[in-house]
C-alpha cells in the first residue's frame, strides 16, 4: 500500500497537518527512513514531507543562534560552531550530509545494531533548547529533556542556542571509517555558568552528564549514563571508554 | 510528480516515497545507478541531482519533484565519454565495474565543483562514502586526478564485440 503524503507549503500547514503526531512519519532528509523501508522494517502509512515547509531557516538572532529542523548537517558542517560543526563532520559522508538534517538527527532513534544521533552531544554541551509542537500544543525544553521524552509524537519547530563564549572539547571514540557510528561521541562546553557535557553514540538518545559538570570527575559519568550493547560495541567497553573521553574533555577544557 | 533526467522531461508515476533509485532503474529503465547496499552506504546509487551528488536510494522522489537529474547516462557516450569516464577507460579504474556509475558521477561533480585540478585528498574526501570491493582504489583515486588535470588520452578505438558474440544494447552506460 503507497503512504499518504503530505507536502505542507508553510510551517502552519505543517504543524497543522502534523496535529497531534498519531499515526504520522516525518520525513526531513530521509537517510534514515529510506533504509528502513528499504529494509521492510518500515511501511509509513501517512508521510509528512517537509521540504518545502521553510523550516530551513538559519539565523543569527542578537546572541542565539537559531535553525530549523530542515537546516542539513552539511550546512552545520561547514558554517556551525566549532563544537556542532566538529561533530557535524562526522556524520555519514558528504552526500549523506547534505541530505541529512538536525531534526532528523535529534529525532532519529537506534538504528538495527547502531546508535544514532551525533549532534546530540554537541547541542546538549551547547545548552541548546527545542521548539517543538505535538500533543498538548507547542513549547520549548532543554535539548536533554527533549530526547528524553517521547520524541515520535514531536514535531520539532526550532533549536536555538546562545552563541558560545568558552571553551570547547570534542572526543569520539569509533571505528575509521565513512559509515562507521560512533561508538562514544563527548562534547563539553565551558561558559560563565560552568560546564555542559554531552554523550551521544551509547544509547538511543544523547545524555547530559550532570554528575560530571558539578564533579568535575570523569569516573561520576557511570552515574549519568547507561551505555547499551549493540553491534558497533559492547556497553562495558563504552563505559570503560566514557571515563577515558570523559577525562580527556575535561583537561582540554581545563588547559584552554 | 515531473523529473527532468539527463535533460528529458518525465512525468512520474511512481508513488511518492519511491526511492529515486527504484524510480531511475524500474520506470524510466535508466539502469547505471546500483541497487547496492540500499542503506546509503555504498555510494553505487550515486546521482546529480541539480548538480549535487546524492545517494538515489536515500532519496524519496517526492523531495525532488521538478529537479533536473543526471546519472552516468547523461555525462557521456560510448563514443564520446566524459573526461572522468576516459580517465576510468584509460587507466583501468574499473574492475567488476559496480561501483563506477557512482564513483563517475560524483567525482564528475567534484572537479565540476572545484573547477580546475583536484588533488588526492580532496578525491578521499569526495569519495570517502563510495566502495569498491574490487579494492581498486588506488586506481580510481589516479584516474579522478588525471582527468581533474585534463590528462586524458583520446581513446582511439573502444573494443567494438567479436564476430559471433552477441550485440549488447548499449544505453551509455558502461556496467
Known amino acids: 500500500m503507497a503512504a499518504e503524503t503530505l507536502v505542507p507549503r508553510s510551517i502552519d500547514e505543517a504543524v497543522q497537518l502534523f496535529g497531534d503526531g498519531d499515526g504520522i512519519t516525518v520525513f526531513a532528509g530521509g537517510t534514515t527512513l529510506m533504509p528502513e523501508i528499504a529494509a521492510g ?17 538559519l539565523r543569527v538572532d542578537g546572541d542565539v543562534i537559531r535553525m530549523g529542523p530542515m537546516v542539513t548537517v552539511a550546512t552545520l558542517a561547514d558554517g556551525a560552531d566549532g563544537v556542532l560543526a566538529r561533530f557535524a563532520r562526522q556524520v555519514g559522508d558528504g552526500e549523506v550530509r547534505a ?123 557511570s552515574k549519568d549514563v547507561d551505555p547499551v550493547d549493540d553491534a558497533v560495541a559492547t556497553a562495558d567497553y563504552r563505559r570503560r571508554m566514557l571515563v577515558v573521553l570523559v577525562r580527556r574533555a575535561l583537561d582540554e577544557l581545563e588547559s584552554s | 510528480m515531473r523529473l527532468t533526467v539527463n535533460g528529458i522531461e518525465q512525468e512520474i508515476s511512481s508513488p511518492p516515497l519511491t526511492a529515486l533509485l527504484h524510480v531511475l532503474r524500474e520506470e524510466l529503465e535508466i539502469t547505471s545507478p546500483k541497487a547496492g547496499c540500499q542503506q546509503g552506504g555504498c555510494g553505487t546509487c550515486t546521482v546529480l541531482v541539480d548538480g549535487e ?20 547516462e547523461g555525462l557521456g557516450e560510448a563514443e564520446a565519454l566524459s573526461p572522468v569516464q576516459a580517465a576510468f577507460h584509460n587507466r583501468y579504474a574499473a574492475q567488476c565495474g559496480f561501483c563506477s556509475p557512482g564513483m563517475i558521477v560524483a567525482a564528475t561533480a567534484l572537479i565540476e565543483r572545484k573547477g580546475g585540478p583536484v588533488e588526492r585528498d580532496e578525491v578521499l574526501e569526495a569519495l570517502g562514502g563510495h566502495y569498491c570491493r574490487c579494492t581498486g582504489y588506488v586506481k580510481i583515486i589516479d584516474a579522478v586526478v588525471a582527468a581533474s588535470r585534463g590528462e586524458v588520452e583520446p581513446i582511439a578505438d573502444l573494443p567494438s564485440s567479436e564476430e559471433g558474440e552477441p550485440d549488447v544494447l548499449v544505453k551509455g552506460s558502461p556496467a
Not at chain 1, 514531507?49 to 523550516?55: E, Y
Not at chain 1, 509542537?133 to 529533556?145: C, F, I, L, W, Y
Not at chain 1, 558560545?164 to 562534547?187: C, E, K, M
Open chain 1, 99 to 221: 541530505a541529512a538534517t538536525v531534526g532528523g538527527n535529534l529525532c532519529a532513534t537506534a538504528g538495527l545494531g547502531a546508535q544514532r544521533g551525533d549532534l546530540g552531544a554537541p547541542l546538549i554541551a551547547l545548552g541548546a533548547r527545542v521548539r517543538s509542537t505535538g500533543k498538548g500544543g507547542e513549547r520549548t525544553e532543554a535539548v536533554e529533556d527533549f530526547l528524553a521524552g517521547d520524541r515520535s509524537g514531536r514535531l520539532v519547530l526550532e533549536i536555538e542556542y546562545d552563541r558560545p563564549t568558552g571553551a570547547w572539547s570534542a572526543q569520539t571514540l569509533r571505528r575509521r571509517h565513512a559509515h562507521s557510528y560512533a561508538i562514544a561521541n563527548v562534547a563539553a562546553c565551558s561558559s560563565g555558568d560552568g560546564i555542559r557535557v554531552g554523550v551521544s553514540g551509547i544509547g538511543p538518545a544523547a545524555v547530559r552528564c550532570r554528575s560530571v559538570e558539578q564533579s568535575r570527575n570523569a569516573d561520576e559519568v
Open chain 1, 41 to 57: 522494517r518500515m511501511s509509513p502509512a501517512r508521510a509528512l514531507l517537509l521540504h518545502r515547509s521553510g523550516l530551513d531557516d
Open chain 2, 53 to 72: 551528488p546524492r545517494r538515489s536510494c536515500l532519496t524519496p522522489v517526492a523531495l525532488v519533484d521538478g529537479a533536473a537529474i543526471t546519472t552516468l
